[in-house]
C-alpha cells in the first residue's frame, strides 16, 4: 500500500501537489491577504464618526489621530480574522464559502496563519499608541471580545450578535476617544440599534445561504429560526430610525436657518429601508458586500453624508 507525503504547496482537491518553494511563498502570501479581509475595513471608517459629528474631523491633529485609529483597528481586526480562521478551520471546510478561506484550504498553515495574527495585532497596538491610552484601552477591549467570541461566545445564540454588534460600536466609540470628542446619548443609541440592525441581517443571510445545514456549521444558527431573526432587524431598525429623527429636530431646535439636519432624515430612513429590502431578498451575509455592491445604497449614503456634512459645517 502506497502512502502519500505531505506536498510543499498543500492540497488541492483530494491529490498531493509539489511546487516550487517561490510559489508557495506567493500562494501563502496571498492566502494571507485575502484573509486580512481588507474588503471588511470599510467598517472600521466608524472611528470617523465622533470627530465628523462633532464638526471636528478636519482640523489637522484630530485627523491624524483619527487616522491612526482607523489603521490601528484595520490591523488588529484582520489579525483577529486570522485568528478566527485557524480555530475554525475544520467547520470552514463544510462551508460553500468559507472553505476557500485560506488556513480552510491549507494555501496557509496554522502555525503562519496564527504568527500573521500575532503581528498584525502587535502593529495595531503600536498604531493605538498614536491615538493615546484610553484608544489602546479600547482596542484590547475590542481584542479581548474578539477572541472571546471565537473560543466561546459565538455558540451562544443572541450573545453571538449582541457580541458582534458590540464590535461595531466600539468603533464608533473609539473614534471619539481617540481624537477627544464628546460621545452623546443619541450618538451610542443610533450606533447600538444600527449595528444590531446589521448583525441581525447578517445573520438572517447566513440563515437562508445554508439552509437545513446552518447548524452544522454554526451551533447558534441553528436556534435562530427565520422570522425572529426578521423581528429583530425590525426592532432594531425601527429604535434606530426613532432615535436619529429626535437627535435631528433636537439639533434643528438649536441651529438656525435652513433644517439641514431634519433633512438628513429623509436619505438616513431610506437607507434604512434599502437595506432592510435587500435583507427579506436574502442578502447580508456580507454586510460589506452589500454596502459595496448595491449602487442606490451608495448613492443614498453619499447624499446623506453631503446632508450631514451641510449641516455640521453650514447649519451654525
Not at 201 to 230: F, I, M, T, W
Not at 253 to 274: A, C, D, N, Q
Not at 298 to 304: A, F, P
Request: net charge positive; with cysteine; charged share 15%.
Amino acid at each position: 500500500m502506497s502512502t502519500v507525503a505531505e506536498p510543499i504547496g498543500g492540497v488541492v482537491g483530494d491529490e498531493a501537489v509539489d511546487r516550487p518553494p517561490e510559489v508557495v511563498r506567493s500562494s501563502q502570501f496571498a492566502g494571507l491577504v485575502r484573509s486580512m479581509r481588507p474588503k471588511q475595513w470599510v467598517k472600521n471608517v466608524l472611528v470617523f464618526a465622533a470627530p465628523g459629528a462633532a464638526g471636528v474631523l478636519f482640523h489637522p491633529a484630530v485627523l491624524l489621530r483619527a487616522l491612526a485609529a482607523f489603521v490601528a483597528f484595520c490591523l488588529a481586526a484582520s489579525g483577529m480574522y486570522l485568528f478566527n480562521d485557524t480555530f475554525d478551520a475544520e467547520a470552514d471546510r463544510s462551508h460553500p464559502v468559507k472553505g476557500r478561506r485560506a488556513v480552510a484550504a491549507r494555501t496557509v498553515s496554522p502555525r503562519v496563519a496564527l504568527s500573521f495574527s500575532a503581528a498584525l495585532v502587535v502593529g495595531g497596538l503600536a498604531a493605538a499608541g498614536a491615538a493615546g491610552w484610553g484608544f489602546v484601552a479600547i482596542l484590547l477591549g475590542y481584542l479581548a471580545l474578539s477572541g472571546a467570541y471565537t473560543l466561546w461566545l459565538k455558540h451562544i445564540a443572541v450573545i453571538d450578535i449582541a457580541t458582534v454588534a458590540s464590535g461595531f460600536v466600539l468603533r464608533a466609540i473609539a473614534g471619539g476617544v481617540a481624537t477627544n470628542v464628546a460621545i452623546s446619548q443619541w450618538f451610542l443609541i443610533v450606533a447600538s440599534f444600527g449595528s444590531l440592525f446589521v448583525v441581525a441581517g447578517k445573520r438572517h443571510g447566513e440563515h437562508v445561504d445554508l439552509g437545513p445545514a446552518r447548524a452544522d456549521a454554526r451551533r447558534s444558527l441553528g436556534v435562530y429560526p427565520a422570522s425572529y431573526l426578521r423581528y429583530l432587524w425590525m426592532v432594531s431598525s425601527a429604535v434606530a430610525i426613532g432615535a436619529y429623527c429626535l437627535w435631528a429636530f433636537e439639533q434643528g431646535r438649536t441651529h438656525h436657518g435652513f433644517p439641514w439636519y431634519e433633512l438628513s432624515i429623509v436619505p438616513f430612513v431610506v437607507g434604512i429601508l434599502r437595506y432592510a429590502l435587500l435583507l427579506e431578498s436574502g442578502l447580508g451575509a456580507a454586510p460589506e458586500d452589500v454596502i459595496l455592491g448595491d449602487r442606490t445604497l451608495q448613492v443614498l449614503g453619499v447624499v446623506w453624508i453631503g446632508v450631514f456634512a451641510a449641516a455640521v459645517y453650514l447649519g451654525r
